[in-house]
């Protein structure tokens, strides 16, 4: 498990702007200047999430034009998502068993006695 | 709280910020809910996750300071390991131990409580963080309390735009 990637991953996640500006990501690329546009906020504000996005590998950065397009990354939110649902899906599948094992348990139970 | 939870229903919650409660109702006696949990030949069969992990090692001492240690490996090969120390044990009742995933997850103190109501058998399992920050990672950036619903939203952005992975 990739856990200091996916501690990253979650910290840069951590936040409703970043993940605002992930969302409009993923519609396709676009500018500071754009990304800025919908939050009460100046460039170098929006800059700073950029910077907390680009070293958690969520975006990158062209470093072609002036205009400098943010893309998204999607592997690492892959990984979360993954790894989230596992976490659920661990309890969830072991208790669903459980069930099952319970009742093959009563029945030996029923079968054999029990000593107390 | 309790009516709410049905057999063959997991329901999680935070109740406090350093906490995650999973609760499930099992259709059993309580003392037959306590031995699958306590003795390594039951808890190998059921404590499994998804399919295709199995539990080579399980061990548990169980009495207070033992060390508990589960070993698990999926048939991919990947392995994954649990351990940690016994703090509290009143058969059939509670059952309290630190655990610790290993790398840079934090030791967290889980308590199992089992009552019993008519046959049937509450199971509720409250896993404490260290702190706030340490849960929400668990949690994935909180899977309550509306951070799902952005996080839902950007899943099906992905899907609409199919951006590639990578």
Known sequence: MASQTLTTTFSALADPTRLAILARLARGPASVKELAAPFAMSGPGVSKHLRVLERAGLISRSREAQRRPCRLRARPLQEVAEWTEAYRRFWDDSFQRLDGYLETLKT??????REK | MAEKNRVGVTTFSTPS?????????????RQLVWEAWTKSEHLQRWLLGPEGWTMPVCEMDLRPEGVWHYSFRHRDGTEMEMRGVFREIEPPARLV???????????????LLLTEEGGMTTMTVTVLYPSKGARDKALGVGMREGWSHSYDRLDRALAQTGVPVG
């Open chain 2, 17 to 29: 910020d350093r906490e995650i409660v999973a609760v499930r109702v099992v259709n059993a006696p």
């Open chain 1, 108 to 113: 030996k139970e029923r079968t054999h006695g």
């Open chain 2, 97 to 111: 131990r630190t655990e610790s995933w290993g790398g840079d997850w934090p030791e967290t103190l889980n308590t």
